[in-house]
């Protein structure tokens, strides 16, 4: 078999997607029309001329007004079933959700529509698809810990339906250790961690993210490469990079695919796996990342079976139902 009919078929795991980067434009414009919410686009056509970007900020600022349209549980329900839709159709079999409260909280939605309606779809999704598919709250890191406290609080009664914590949005300037007390309070809570880190920030971001918020993943971590110490820790440590080809295009992180750090990662022994970010905005779902890094990298079978097999290892499942995977 090719390689691109195997990345196809193969079970798969997906551990860095925010559910609200899978808000397709048709579907925003479908929940904006029956929330009577003005957007500030007269067509689909139009939304997608705007996924232009330069880099981290100029997306987030579209995706936080995209968000914007989602008020009620059913909203959450539909957004996140067309992902699970994707699942389906691409083989992933277990993905790790990252869903951002303090955006819908912010705007007055309740914590409880946001995560009923996303826990809705995750056991239909189960039921009908034989998904399995944890969460991950991601604290937004340009707004203060004092805010992100009150989001740990909030997530409290809904504990069982959280598996670990991250941290995402505008990382220059914003580094871990502005949330180290949040974090350590959350793990005593008895969630796991993980962080964006190295993305645009440097390779210090990503200690910082591992001895001061002690991750168990790291979201991105392109940056690591840039330190020889870093990278030996990494490797030595079997710490996981959730690695995103397509995002880093299209933010910039990355020139051109075939300029792509990931296959000097393997090489170098890094834990790395494939994953699409927030593939409504930036070109494609899982199996588009895997085959445009394929073909861009010319990656061999070995190391795609790699790819995949890190994908179950380094997820949050328990070590019996790895061994299923792997
Ligand atoms: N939120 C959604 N996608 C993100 C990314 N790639 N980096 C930081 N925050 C994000
Ligand atoms: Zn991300």
């Known amino acids: 078999m090719d390689i691109i009919s195997y990345i196809k078929k193969v079970p798969k795991a997906e551990l860095h997607l925010h559910i609200e980067g899978t808000f397709e434009p048709e579907l925003m414009f479908e929940i ?18 705007a996924y232009q970007f330069n880099c981290l900020q100029d997306f987030l600022d579209i995706y936080y007004a995209g968000a914007s349209v989602l008020l009620y549980e059913q909203d959450f329900y539909d957004l996140t079933m067309a992902y699970f839709k994707h699942c389906a159709e691409e083989n992933v079999v277990h993905t790790e959700i990252m869903f951002d409260p303090q955006t819908h909280t912010k705007r007055g939605v309740s914590f409880e529509t946001v995560i009923s309606g996303i826990k809705r779809a995750q056991d239909d999704a189960e039921k009908n698809f034989g998904i399995t598919s944890y969460l991950i709250m991601s ?4 707004l203060s810990e004092e805010d992100a406290f009150e989001t740990l609080e909030q997530s409290l009664s809904y ?3 959280i598996k670990a914590v991250g941290l995402d949005s505008s990382e220059k300037g914003n580094p871990p250790s502005k949330f180290q007390k949040v974090f350590a309070a959350s793990v005593k809570e008895g969630y796991k961690i993980v962080a964006h880190a190295g993305e645009e920030g440097p390779a210090e971001y990503v200690w910082e993210a591992l001895d001061l918020l002690k991750i168990d993943r790291i979201d991105h971590g392109n940056n690591s490469l840039t330190d020889e110490k870093l990278v030996n820790y990494l490797v030595e440590n079997k710490m996981a990079l ?4 397509l995002s880093n295009t299209a933010l910039r992180v990355v020139d051109d695919l075939k300029q792509h750090p990931i296959k000097k990662m393997l090489d170098l022994g890094i834990k790395a796996t494939v994953n699409s970010d927030d593939p409504a905005y930036f070109g494609g779902y899982i199996t588009q990342n895997y085959t445009e890094i394929i073909e861009a990298l010319n990656l061999s079978l070995e190391e795609v ?9 380094y997820s949050f499942l328990d070590e019996e ?6």
Request: aromatic share 10%; with cysteine.
């Open 32 to 49: 904006a029309q029956r929330n009577e919410v003005k957007i500030p686009y007269n067509s689909v056509e139009e939304v997608k001329k």
């Open 305 to 313: 079976k790699t790819l995949v097999s890190n994908s179950f290892e």
């Open 159 to 161: 504990k069982h339906l």
């Open 139 to 142: 604290y937004l890191r340009h």
């Open 321 to 326: 139902t790895k061994k299923k995977y792997l």
């Open 242 to 245: 959730t690695v995103c080809p």
